[in-house]
């Protein structure tokens, strides 16, 4: 990706205690003609994801190659989205409805870090 800005260069790392950091990634369909963009909400652990086809206009900074523990939460949302959707997955073939409802199934789960509530409940206290 021309003029790719590392991750170094970012503002200081948020900690996950302020509402509103997230976390990006692109989970890569078979043969690579595929992708699906992943964000998690680090406070929450709200995820969210998409079906895409290109690189999209926004301020990315890129972690460095082969280092996830840059972006933890994010990997750990697109594992459990790798749950239903395994490596090889070619995601022409998923409906973005199907991609829905498995989001949907992620942001029900009880997470620890919250204190066993699940990220759509802490996520919309945020919103009342």
């Keep these: 990706i021309p003029n790719r800005v590392s991750i170094h260069q970012r503002p200081a790392e948020p900690d996950g205690t302020c509402f509103g950091d997230w976390e990006m990634d692109l989970i890569i369909g078979k043969g690579q003609k595929s992708a699906v963009l992943t964000?998690?909400?680090?406070?929450?652990?709200?995820?969210?994801?998409?079906?895409?086809?290109?690189?999209?206009?926004?301020?990315?900074?890129f972690a460095n190659p082969f280092c996830p523990g840059q972006k933890g939460a994010v990997e750990n949302a697109n594992k459990l989205l790798r749950q239903?959707?395994?490596?090889?997955?070619?995601?022409?073939?998923?409906?973005?409805?199907?991609?829905?409802?498995?989001?949907?199934?992620?942001?029900?789960?009880p997470r620890e870090k919250l204190n066993f509530s699940s990220p759509l409940v802490q996520f919309c206290k945020h919103f009342r």
């Design 39 to 61: 964000m998690v909400e680090r406070k929450t652990n709200m995820f969210l994801q998409n079906k895409i086809a290109r690189h999209i206009g926004a301020t990315i900074y």
């Design 84 to 109: 239903y959707f395994p490596k090889g997955t070619d995601f022409r073939k998923v409906e973005q409805a199907e991609l829905d409802r498995i989001q949907a199934r992620i942001n029900r789960r």
